[in-house]
């Protein structure tokens, strides 16, 4: 069992930055996966970013590559989002996942947060 708990969201104007974190309970928080996805008022929940259990490797949505890093750091058992030049596209409520296969898939996590909201202004 692992039991997630996002923060970092906020309010930030466009063109800022925020970086999101992911804190777990569980000794064996180091054997999952851990993705990040959001939802948009009115939008299904979407990918964002994954990192695989050791954190050697990742993967990005087309809309967060190149301005969204993921990490993780396995003795804090905490993941972050870091997050640069957002948008108000990028306004959602984001949340963690971790699951014992790495992807895109929302299926493939079995444990869930509940969720921070980031809000960008225009």
């Known amino acids: 069992q692992v039991q997630l708990v996002e923060s970092g969201g906020g309010v930030v104007q466009a063109g800022g930055s925020l970086r999101l974190s992911c804190a777990a309970s569980g000794r064996t928080f180091s054997e999952y996966a851990v993705g990040w996805f959001r939802q948009a008022p009115g939008k299904e929940r979407e990918f964002v970013a994954t990192i695989d259990r050791g954190g050697g490797s990742t993967h990005y949505a087309d809309s967060a590559a190149g301005r969204f890093t993921i990490s993780r750091d396995n003795v804090k058992n905490t993941v972050y989002l870091q997050m640069s030049s957002l948008t108000p596209i990028d306004t959602a409520v984001y949340y963690c996942?971790?699951?014992?296969?790495?992807?895109?898939?929302?299926?493939?996590?079995?444990?869930w947060g509940q969720g921070t909201q980031v809000t960008v202004s225009s």
């Open positions: 996942a971790a699951g014992r296969s790495w992807g895109s898939i929302q299926s493939e996590y079995a444990y």
